[in-house]
């Protein structure tokens, strides 16, 4: 992916994420459009600092937009990217169904990391059961959302001659 690919990606990520609100269902979970950038990258490229810089540089993008404290987001990012690290050999792109679990495995990941840290530093009173449910709320959305945007980064990829096996 170029630079200047992911770049567009990621301030595409990072507008969605402010004017979307979060799911009033399940526990309130963001859309996780930033997330899917930084699964995309994990996924499919090959040098792992590239997944890492760009895990950071969401994690502070989506920090300074939000209520969080700085880092928080990309800890939770580099816990998500760390287990599509891990999956990546045995991850199908291009199949719909596998997408659709990797998401929600992901998402549900980086929400729980995220809860973590915050209830750790005193920031939230968020209980296990509550934990539990906007994790869900995340995983739901993971699914549905992230196989739409992975299949339009891939296809906008390929429509500009970017694309690169993964290999």
Not at 18 to 27: F, K, L, S, T, Y
Not at 50 to 68: M, Y
Not at 138 to 160: D, K, S, T, W
Request: proline share 3%.
């Amino acid at each position: 992916m170029s630079l200047l690919l992911l770049l567009f990606w990621l301030i595409s990520g990072v507008t969605l994420q402010v004017a979307v609100p979060a799911w009033r269902h399940m526990g309130q979970p963001a859309f996780p459009f930033l997330l899917a950038v930084v699964l995309y990258v994990a996924v499919n490229k090959r040098k792992t600092r590239t997944f890492v810089a760009t895990a950071l540089l969401a994690g502070v993008l989506e920090d300074a937009l939000s209520l969080a404290p700085l880092g928080f987001s990309a800890c939770s990012f580099l816990a998500a990217g760390g287990l599509a690290l891990l999956l990546r050999e045995d991850f199908f792109a291009d199949q719909a169904r596998t997408v659709l679990w990797f998401g929600a495995l992901c998402s549900a990941a980086a929400t729980g990391a995220m809860g973590l840290l915050l209830r750790g530093a005193d920031l939230v009173a968020l209980t296990g059961g509550a934990l539990l449910r906007r994790m869900t709320g995340a995983a739901v959305l993971g699914a549905v959302l992230i196989p739409v945007l992975f299949a339009l980064m891939r296809r906008m990829e390929r429509l500009l001659g970017t694309w690169e096996d993964r290999g």
